[in-house]
Nanobody, 111 residues
Framework: VQLQASGGGLVQPGGSLRLSCAASGSIFTIDVMGWYRQALGKQREFVAAITSDGSTEYIDSVKGRFTISRANAKNTVYLQMNSLKPEDTAVYYC??????WGQGTLVTVSS
């Protein structure tokens, strides 16, 4: 399984970005897909996940601001990020169990 992430960039505080992650290869059925992030000097942390039937989970700090969704027919997962804060600055990675990771996309929130 290969995961290709895109959509990062520089945005001002309060702005929005949408990340995408497309899965390819021996996909069959990927039940759970998710996003993690790693800020400079910090450990990678879970951000959000979604199952194939649409159940979602979020870290507390992004609830109400981020929305994870997926297009099963496209094997693609999205992360809509609104009301971005400087503390959201990190490299964002998409993930599919048991250990598949995308290459990471940098999100910088700064004025």
């Amino acid at each position: 399984v290969q995961l290709q992430a895109s959509g990062g960039g520089l945005v001002q505080p309060g702005g929005s970005l949408r990340l995408s992650c497309a899965a390819s290869g021996s996909i069959f059925t990927i039940d759970v897909m998710g996003w993690y992030r790693q800020a400079l000097g910090k450990q990678r942390e879970f951000v959000a996940a979604i199952t194939s039937d649409g159940s979602t989970e979020y870290i507390d700090s992004v609830k109400g601001r981020f929305t994870i969704s997926r297009a099963n027919a496209k094997n693609t997962v999205y992360l809509q990020m609104n009301s971005l804060k400087p503390e959201d600055t990190a490299v964002y990675y998409c993930h599919a169990p048991p250990g598949f990771w995308g290459q990471g996309t940098l999100v910088t929130v700064s004025s």
